[in-house]
């Protein structure tokens, strides 16, 4: 199936709003650029009058332009390997490719490989997420990542000392993307990646930390009564 790619021009600020907003309706990926970020949907998906109406809400609070093509899935996977630098997060995280030379003198290393799912690091939500999780105590600890992605917080989470990832996402290449990210890193033991919604939470555990995407916010209201039972 082929995609259609959304390239929006926006300040930074804006962005992270649209990227929101845009997953409302449909979008699972995107990719920041220096001029904004593209996000990607199934062509069958992907109606010009929902992206135009997401836009319009934002007119006039800065300098913002889209346009959108069609590309296929082939492309689409050659984009992200030409694209995808690595990354150092924090002056203590290395985020690669497996075709990226590593980087050892580092505390951490995460290898990823993106293919059609959104975690790189290289967007400011999830760096900022790797940097919020360098403070944080996961030593023992069970912790939900809802819209997972990569899965590259879940690798995370158990490089600094999760005892068990439930990590969930509701497109099933992303599922598969993160399980075997989750195995490229050596962390598929204590990293469970799982294809569904809210629902796949039903009859678990309640997790001590929970990772949530800006897709994932909707669910917390939902879920958060299961951590009293």
């Given at each position: 199936?082929?995609?259609?790619?959304?390239?929006?021009?926006?300040?930074?600020?804006?962005?992270?709003?649209?990227?929101?907003?845009?997953?409302?309706?449909?979008?699972?990926?995107?990719?920041?650029?220096?001029?904004?970020?593209?996000?990607?949907?199934?062509?069958?998906?992907?109606?010009?009058?929902?992206?135009?109406?997401?836009?319009?809400?934002?007119?006039?609070?800065?300098?913002?332009?889209?346009?959108?093509?069609?590309?296929?899935?082939?492309?689409?996977?050659?984009?992200?390997?030409k694209n995808f630098q690595p990354?150092?997060?924090?002056?203590?995280?290395?985020?690669?490719?497996?075709?990226?030379?590593?980087?050892?003198?580092?505390?951490?290393?995460?290898?990823?490989?993106?293919?059609?799912?959104?975690?790189?690091?290289?967007?400011?939500?999830?760096?900022?997420?790797?940097?919020?999780?360098?403070?944080?105590?996961?030593?023992?600890?069970?912790?939900?990542?809802?819209?997972?992605?990569?899965?590259?917080?879940?690798?995370?989470?158990?490089?600094?000392?999760?005892?068990?990832?439930?990590?969930?996402?509701?497109?099933?290449?992303?599922?598969?993307?993160?399980?075997?990210?989750?195995?490229?890193?050596?962390?598929?033991?204590?990293?469970?990646?799982?294809?569904?919604?809210?629902?796949?939470?039903?009859?678990?555990?309640?997790?001590?930390?929970?990772?949530?995407?800006?897709?994932?916010?909707?669910?917390?209201?939902?879920?958060?009564?299961?951590?009293?039972?």
């Amino acid at each position: 199936m082929d995609y259609v790619e959304v390239r929006v021009q926006a300040p930074r600020e804006l962005s992270d709003i649209l990227v929101a907003e845009l997953a409302e309706v449909g979008y699972s990926t995107f990719e920041d650029n220096d001029e904004g970020f593209c996000a990607y949907i199934d062509e069958d998906q992907f109606s010009a009058d929902a992206v135009a109406e997401v836009m319009s809400r934002y007119e006039g609070l800065g300098e913002l332009e889209f346009s959108h093509r069609v590309i296929t899935r082939q492309n689409w996977n050659a984009e992200w390997e030409k694209n995808f630098q690595p990354l150092i997060i924090a002056d203590k995280v290395s985020v690669r490719a497996p075709f990226h030379e590593a980087r050892p003198e580092l505390e951490h290393e995460i290898v990823i490989m993106p293919r059609m799912s959104f975690g790189t690091g290289h967007h400011d939500t999830t760096a900022l997420m790797i940097t919020n999780q360098l403070g944080i105590d996961h030593q023992g600890k069970r912790v939900l990542d809802m819209g997972c992605g990569t899965g590259i917080l879940a690798v995370m989470a158990v490089q600094l000392g999760a005892r068990y990832v439930l990590a969930v996402d509701v497109e099933p290449w992303t599922a598969e993307n993160a399980a075997d990210n989750a195995a490229e890193n050596n962390v598929q033991d204590k990293v469970e990646a799982r294809l569904g919604d809210i629902t796949a939470l039903e009859g678990r555990s309640p997790s001590t930390l929970f990772w949530p995407t800006s897709t994932a916010m909707c669910c917390w209201k939902t879920w958060v009564p299961t951590l009293s039972t």
